[in-house]
């Protein structure tokens, strides 16, 4: 075996983790790196005209790792016959590579167009987040100028998020691209209200309480205004006097909800989505069946955004890790079956995660099915291909792929992050126009 751990094609084995050194668009293949899985396979690498190709020992099954050097060669040779006879047996040779390929190539055609699709559903989706990021701005600057067309603006606007979400058959979360118009101090309450109503959904929670759980949502930081941004924005810990002044965002929200004549469920929703399952919350300490029914479906989206998106930028946890730690250290400070819902809608590995996959590869987690949260959408690093053309895999259709582990962006190299572009701040938006499965938004 060469030190380099190359093999030459009548060398190639099923169990052979292959690396093929062309261009994503030059092979037939769904990845650049594989393990071989059928003789089918090593046909069509073989007919790709490559005299050798590398291979990972480590990555091999162990029967394939030493490839023999006096396997047959894959023709015999011959005495030359007539050119006629050449001629034939070289248009049959020809037509049994063909034979072996087209359809694979045919799979790839398949995919690039598939990928065109999910680019332009990207496009649709990130559209229509950046609307109601505006929207919501529009609805926060407005409350005291003009409450009551205020009112009608939300109560419009969450119709319309809980109508689409409750009437789609699957679900697609996706995470948002940074270059979103501006609105990134309305992202908090969009990110709150999108997943609650996902958790609610995945609930079953009455059609006639998801209005008041939008509106809830939505408007559940609106106390936060009668706070200095002095507060709001202060990076390091609060002083005893400065968190007890920030805690009364709650009862300023409840107040102004009051004065917009919001409903009894809206206004608990404002009111209580800081307080936890365990009496550890605040401004009451209610624990238990004490809190309302959808301020706990809030208090989870709640925790989780802020986790994932705080003041200071470098205490953010990744989604993963957020997820992880509020099920493994905090799980006592929520309703178990909101954040049992929660878990079940992102996955164990939400919108925005980097993850290594079971074949090396590194990409990054970019559309969640609620159905199949174990087999996201992804985008894979391939240095060959350029970012904006970067190849999106649908792991529901890649059975013999799934995800490794979570990888923390600092531990991937500079160009893998600056290709897959974690976002520093973590957002949401649902595509419940059509099936889950075909679409994408990075």
């Given amino acids: 075996m060469p030190e380099?751990?190359?093999?030459?094609?009548?060398?190639?084995?099923v169990g052979l983790y292959v690396m093929l050194d062309l261009n994503w668009f030059q092979h037939p293949f769904a990845f650049s790196q594989f393990k071989i899985k059928s003789e089918e396979q090593i046909r069509e690498i073989r007919s790709?005209?490559?005299?050798?190709?590398?291979?990972?020992?480590?990555?091999?099954d162990m029967a394939a790792r030493q490839p023999s050097t006096d396997a047959a060669p894959i023709t015999t040779p011959r005495v030359p016959a007539d050119p006629d006879t050449d001629m034939e047996e070289s248009a049959a040779d020809s037509q049994t590579v063909n034979a072996a390929i087209l359809p694979a190539l045919a799979a790839k055609r398949a995919l690039v167009e598939r990928i065109r699709i999910q680019r332009e559903a990207a496009a649709r989706v990130e559209s229509a987040f950046v609307s109601a990021a505006k929207a919501i701005r529009d609805i926060e600057k407005n409350l005291y100028s003009h409450p009551r067309e205020t009112v009608e603006h939300a109560t419009n606007l969450v119709t319309q998020i809980a109508d689409s979400i409750l009437c789609a058959p699957e679900l697609a979360i996706h995470v948002m691209g940074d270059r979103t118009g501006g609105e990134e101090l309305y992202f908090h309450s969009l990110n709150v209200t999108m997943l609650s109503m996902m958790i609610a959904r995945d609930l079953r929670v009455p059609q006639e309480a998801l209005g008041a759980l939008g509106m809830g949502a939505l408007l559940h930081d609106i106390g936060r205004k009668e706070i200095p941004d002095r507060i709001?924005?202060?990076?390091?810990?609060?002083?005893?006097?400065?968190?007890?002044?920030?805690e009364m965002h709650c009862h300023y929200g409840v107040e102004l909800g009051r004065r917009l004549q919001l409903s009894k469920s809206a206004l608990a929703i404002i009111g209580e989505h800081h307080e936890l399952?365990?009496?550890?919350?605040?401004?009451?300490?209610?624990?238990?069946?004490?809190?309302?029914?959808?301020?706990?479906?809030?208090?989870?989206?709640?925790?989780?955004?802020e986790l994932c998106n705080p003041v200071d930028f470098a205490a953010a946890l990744t989604p993963h890790e957020a997820l992880s730690t509020m099920f493994a250290r905090l799980r006592a400070k929520f309703d178990?079956?909101?954040?049992?819902?929660?878990?079940?809608?992102?996955?164990?590995?939400?919108?925005?995660?980097?993850?290594q996959l079971s074949n090396g590869v590194i990409a990054m987690v970019a559309t969640v099915n609620t159905a199949k949260p174990m087999k996201p959408v992804i985008v894979i690093y391939d240095a060959n291909i350029p970012k904006e053309e970067a190849i999106l895999a649908d792991l529901a259709r890649e059975q013999d792929l799934n995800i490794a582990k979570a990888i923390r962006p600092a531990q991937v190299p500079l160009e893998i992050y600056n290709y897959?572009?974690?976002?520093?701040?973590?957002?949401?938006?649902?595509?419940?126009?059509?099936?889950?499965?075909?679409?994408?938004?990075?």
């Fill in 4 to 13: 380099n751990n190359t093999v030459t094609m009548d060398q190639l084995r």
């Fill in 48 to 60: 790709l005209g490559l005299n050798s190709v590398r291979y990972n020992p480590a990555l091999s």
């Fill in 232 to 246: 709001l924005m202060k990076t390091e810990p609060l002083t005893p006097p400065e968190r007890k002044l920030y």
């Fill in 277 to 305: 399952f365990d009496g550890s919350g605040y401004p009451v300490g209610l624990k238990g069946d004490a809190i309302g029914v959808l301020p706990r479906i809030v208090a989870v989206a709640n925790y989780y955004d």
């Fill in 336 to 355: 178990p079956r909101m954040l049992q819902a929660f878990i079940r809608c992102l996955g164990v590995y939400p919108p925005g995660t980097i993850v």
């Fill in 420 to 442: 897959l572009s974690p976002r520093k701040r973590v957002s949401y938006y649902f595509d419940a126009g059509k099936s889950g499965q075909d679409t994408v938004a990075r």
